[in-house]
């Protein structure tokens, strides 16, 4: 293995730098402390899951989230709930109606099959599978209209392939000339939002200076519009964003970045349609999954984390999530009486000490230098896999050790090794207590 690097490390006695190496990485069967970091080191592989109750948390409403900030941790959180989100006369309960932005028109998503749910969007369906919509061009009164008729319809408002959305500068009303979201209580309300953002930053960071400003800058603020009964695949986005609900109920249900291995994932997207439970399987899922060996283990495998580990959310009009970076959620219009359209606004985020690719204008591309690290680690595979065994996996977990000792971090062992036999008893033949004897020093 080439020579460790060393790591740069600021000398708070005389605030000046040192060098010094980057501990290495080791195996452990438990928790290791960094004396010199003065702190628990985490375990890179398998990921750790946090312990929590067996019941799924509902995420609800505080009176006061400013307060909770420090024990937040980069969870996702329901902010508030506040109908007057532009001002007296434009509500959240008229955005859905047809009168809200009139014969502007606006690109849809018409979903072909009426029996789908799923909208299968370019970033979230596997590859090199076809789309389940068309795209139509209509006046947004018509769009509104068909919603309300049954039919499964979805738009995600763009700016173009080279800006980012924005709904404060994005929609104009063909005769007023006025943009309905360019008011000043939605402005503030942006401005609140993205403040309590900085604050959680300052928190993961343990910054003392809660009241830091200019940690995030924001990237889009995107409208979305869905029937009742449509579902965004499972996925995650590279940046925080904060979902805010204008008309209609959503439910959200979201896992850690620490799932990811449970979740069947390719690209940005977990490739697990249901989520009712294995065991929960009616004959028609059955029928569809038992073709794919591969498919039929990765529902059994994400029955191990589903209840366990999800967090839940139900989203009402004027209710607002912040989402989490790299968090995995699962959007779910809900159904209503009245066929009422889901009207909602997401806005994203960029951290400052991010660097993103410049021409992602969805907010959904890997960071730079994760897009990088990741094209480096195809190619160290192919590099070890010219190697003849046991060479190749050997090398390989030498280097999983390594970027774990970068990292400051360890691989555990596991406490029962398997496929290991049983303990031997206190009867063993001949040949046994011969080579026992190897042990006896």
Same mark, same amino acid.
């Given at each position: !293995?080439?020579?460790?690097?060393?790591?740069?490390?600021?000398?708070?006695?005389? /605030?000046?730098v040192?060098?010094?190496?980057c501990? =290495?990485?080791?195996?452990?069967?438990?928790?290791?402390?960094?004396?010199?970091?003065?702190?628990?080191?985490c375990c890179?592989w398998?990921?750790?899951?946090?312990?929590?109750?067996?019941?799924?948390?509902e995420?609800?409403? %505080?009176?006061? =989230?400013?307060?909770?900030? =420090?024990?937040?941790g /980069?969870?996702?959180?329901? #902010?508030?709930?506040?109908?007057?989100? #532009?001002?007296?006369? +434009?509500?959240?309960?008229?955005?859905?109606?047809?009168?809200?932005?009139?014969?502007?028109?606006?690109?849809?998503?018409?979903?072909?099959?009426? %029996?789908?749910t799923?909208?299968?969007?370019?970033?979230?369906?596997?590859?090199?599978?076809?789309?389940?919509?068309?795209?139509q061009? #209509? @006046?947004? *009164?018509?769009m509104?209209?068909?919603?309300?008729?049954?039919e499964?319809?979805y738009t995600?408002?763009?700016? /173009?392939?080279?800006?980012?959305?924005?709904?404060?500068?994005?929609?104009?009303?063909?005769?007023?000339?006025?943009n @309905?979201?360019d008011?000043?209580t939605?402005h503030? *309300?942006?401005?609140?939002?993205?403040?309590?953002?900085?604050r959680?930053?300052?928190?993961?960071?343990?910054?003392?200076?809660?009241?830091?400003?200019?940690?995030?800058?924001?990237?889009?603020?995107?409208?979305?519009?869905?029937?009742?009964?449509?579902t965004?695949w #499972?996925?995650?986005?590279?940046?925080?964003?904060?979902?805010?609900?204008?008309?209609?109920?959503?439910?959200v249900i979201?896992?850690?970045p620490?799932?990811?291995?449970?979740?069947n994932v390719?690209? %940005?997207?977990?490739?697990?349609?249901? !989520? *009712?439970?294995?065991?929960n399987?009616?004959?028609? +899922? +059955?029928?569809?999954?038992?073709?794919d060996?591969e498919l039929?283990?990765?529902?059994?495998?994400?029955?191990?984390?589903?209840?366990?580990?999800?967090?839940v959310?139900?989203?009402? @009009?004027?209710?607002?999530?912040?989402?989490p970076?790299?968090?995995?959620?699962r959007?779910?219009?809900?159904?209503?009486?009245?066929?009422?359209?889901?009207?909602a606004?997401?806005v994203?985020?960029?951290?400052?000490?991010?660097?993103?690719?410049?021409?992602?204008?969805?907010?959904?591309k890997?960071?730079?230098? /994760?897009k990088?690290?990741?094209q480096?680690?195809?190619?160290?595979?192919? !590099?070890l896999?010219?190697?003849?065994? @046991?060479?190749?996996?050997?090398?390989?977990?030498?280097?999983?050790?390594? +970027?774990a000792?970068?990292?400051? !971090?360890?691989?555990?062992?596991?406490?029962h090794?398997?496929?290991?036999h049983?303990?031997?008893?206190?009867?063993?033949?001949?040949?046994?207590?011969?080579?026992?004897?190897a042990?006896?020093?």
């Open positions: !293995m080439p020579q460790r690097k060393t790591t740069t490390t600021t000398n708070t006695t005389g /605030g000046g040192e060098q010094r190496a501990p =290495p990485g080791k195996y452990s069967r438990r928790r290791r402390r960094d004396d010199a970091c003065e702190r628990v080191n890179l398998p990921p750790e899951l946090k312990k929590r109750s067996v019941n799924v948390p995420i609800s409403l %505080s009176e006061n =989230p400013l307060d909770l900030y =420090p024990r937040v /980069g969870e996702p959180y329901k #902010m508030f709930s506040d109908k007057t989100y #532009m001002d007296e006369s +434009i509500t959240v309960e008229n955005t859905n109606s047809e009168e809200f932005l009139k014969d502007l028109i606006v690109e849809v998503h018409v979903i072909d099959d009426p %029996s789908a799923h909208v299968d969007l370019a970033g979230h369906r596997k590859p090199n599978t076809p789309r389940n919509f068309t795209f061009k #209509m @006046p947004w *009164r018509e509104i209209r068909r919603i309300r008729k049954g499964k319809l995600r408002h763009t700016n /173009g392939p080279k800006k980012a959305a924005n709904v404060l500068t994005d929609f104009q009303d063909p005769e007023t000339k006025r @309905p979201f008011t000043p939605f503030g *309300r942006c401005r609140e939002t993205r403040r309590m953002v900085e959680f930053y300052a928190a993961a960071r343990n910054n003392s200076d809660v009241n830091s400003n200019g940690t995030v800058v924001t990237h889009s603020s995107v409208l979305r519009v869905s029937s009742p009964g449509t965004l #499972m996925h995650f986005d590279t940046r925080d964003n904060i979902l805010h609900q204008l008309s209609g109920r959503k439910r979201l896992y850690a620490e799932c990811e291995p449970w979740l390719e690209g %940005s997207s977990a490739r697990l349609k249901y !989520m *009712r439970g294995y065991e399987f009616d004959e028609k +899922i +059955i029928n569809e999954i038992s073709c060996e039929e283990y990765n529902y059994r495998l994400f029955d191990a984390i589903r209840l366990e580990r999800a967090h959310c139900t989203l009402e @009009p004027g209710d607002a999530l912040y989402i970076a790299l968090w995995f959620h959007v779910t219009s809900l159904p209503s009486e009245t066929n009422e359209p889901s009207v606004v997401n994203f985020y960029n951290r400052v000490d991010i660097d993103y690719d410049g021409k992602d204008v969805y907010g959904n890997d960071p730079v230098k /994760g990088d690290a990741m480096k680690a195809s190619e160290l595979g192919a !590099m896999n010219t190697l003849p065994p @046991p060479y190749k996996t050997f090398y390989a977990r030498r280097c999983l050790n390594e +970027i000792a970068q990292l400051n !971090m360890y691989l555990r062992i596991p406490d090794m398997p496929n290991s049983p303990p031997l008893d206190n009867t063993f033949c001949d040949e046994n207590k011969e080579a026992l004897k042990f006896e020093d």
